[in-house]
T-cell receptor
Framework: GENVEQHPSTLSVQEGDSAVIKCTYS??????FPWYKQELGKRPQLIID?????GEKKDQRIAVTLNKTAKHFSLHITETQPEDSAVYFC??????????FGQGTRLTINP | DVKVTQSSRYLVKRTGEKVFLECVQD?????MFWYRQDPGLGLRLIYF???????EKGDIPEGYSVSREKKERFSLILESASTNQTSMYLC?????????????FGPGTRLTVT
């Protein structure tokens, strides 16, 4: 079955700097890669996703890149702000099938 | 706006008790999921359901069962609660149609088994 590894487990960056979180997956059949953000005490919410027919997707300060050959994908947050502080989860799956989540990255933005 | 609710935010039960966690969604979603969240382990899938009366084991189904008698409700059952089932439990739902893959999560139930 699918296995997703996420790194780093914690990340601390200065406000305004960029943050990068990386994930690898094992099942080459996976074709859907979402990223969820979970603020303290709140539910996870989808912030961006990418499907295997594209290599990069952007939404304002957030971007996701996918390398199918190497089986890894990354979340990039530019110009970080205090409200970006949260736990971020990557996941991988096949379309409408179940998702396998990574272990999570706790991102802290230092003012 | 999708709304997923869970019956309790916090629950304390004793070892050996039978525990019911309820999840309700109001968007007529076919797919529903139960996860547990533990620090350093991410979200792990316990069970999921593609439709009413259907269920599939996830990655960690041992010690759990589920029930989906109505489309909007998905229940997680701990037949005999144990201390290693102390965790945060998250329910999610997803629209199977229109190739929309986003899962919408409930607020979670923090279960403590003593």
């Amino acid at each position: 079955g699918e296995n997703v590894e996420q790194h780093p487990s914690t990340l601390s960056v200065q406000e305004g700097d960029s943050a990068v979180i990386k994930c690898t997956y094992s099942d080459s059949a996976s074709n859907y890669f979402p990223w969820y953000k979970q603020e303290l005490g709140k539910r996870p919410q989808l912030i961006i996703d990418i499907r295997s027919n594209v290599g990069e997707k952007k939404d304002q300060r957030i971007a996701v890149t996918l390398n199918k050959t190497a089986k890894h994908f990354s979340l990039h947050i530019t110009e970080t702000q205090p409200e970006d502080s949260a736990v971020y989860f990557c996941a991988a799956g096949q379309g409408a099938q179940k998702l396998v989540f990574g272990q999570g990255t706790r991102l802290t933005i230092n003012p | 706006d999708v709304k997923v609710t869970q019956s309790s935010r916090y629950l304390v039960k004793r070892t050996g008790e039978k525990v019911f966690l309820e999840c309700v969604q109001d968007m007529d979603h076919e797919n529903m999921f139960w996860y547990r969240q533990d620090p350093g382990l991410g979200l792990r899938l316990i069970y999921f359901s593609y439709d009413v009366k259907m269920k599939e084991k996830g990655d960690i189904p041992e010690g759990y069962s589920v029930s989906r008698e109505k489309k909007e409700r998905f229940s997680l059952i701990l037949e005999s609660a144990s201390t290693n089932q102390t965790s945060m439990y998250l329910c999610a739902s997803r629209d199977r149609e229109n190739r929309v893959y986003e899962q919408y999560f409930g607020p979670g139930t923090r279960l403590t088994v003593t």
